[in-house]
């Protein structure tokens, strides 16, 4: 039986107090740490990803489409987005003694300003390690040639 590595809820300091929203959902959830020391990070809440960062991942997907033409491989953009949330965007689905029952593919839509960039590095060292490009930066001008 797996436990995860963490459990996250988000909450609220008020008046010197941790207040966590949902927090009978939340002591649930903690039920599969019963009997372990276990450690506790507060930390200030990231908003979610920017329209800016998703206008981004959708220009570059059809970037990323012509560099897989270029290896024989014919994807469509909406192919590829799943392939890459697919690669990197993972969750354990844990049942509540902590086994791990499958997974689930994260949307982007979930992830704050802090987790997309990571999402969109490892987006760039897959690139850069199987097709032998680098994505191009948010702002640089991008030319794709279509076929």
């Known amino acids: 039986m797996k436990i995860p590595d963490y459990i996250s809820a ?10 966590v929203y949902k927090s009978k959902e939340f002591a649930e959830l903690i039920r599969v740490y019963e009997g372990k020391q276990i450690e506790v990070k507060v930390s200030r809440k990231h908003s979610h990803r920017s329209l800016q960062q998703n206008a981004y991942f959708h220009a570059i997907l059809p970037f990323i489409r012509e560099a897989l033409k270029d290896t024989g491989n014919i994807m469509t953009v909406e192919d590829i987005k799943i392939m890459l949330k697919s690669m990197f965007l993972k969750q354990d689905i844990v049942d509540s003694e902590g086994t791990v029952m499958g997974q689930r593919i994260r949307g982007t839509h979930e992830l704050n300003k802090v987790e997309f960039g990571e999402f969109m590095s490892d987006c760039n060292h897959w690139c850069i390690e199987y097709l032998s490009c680098e994505i191009p930066k948010p702002g640089e001008e991008l030319e794709i040639k279509y076929n």
């Not at 988000?10 to 207040?19: C, P, T």
């Open 10 to 19: 988000n909450g609220e300091v008020k008046d010197g107090r941790l207040k």
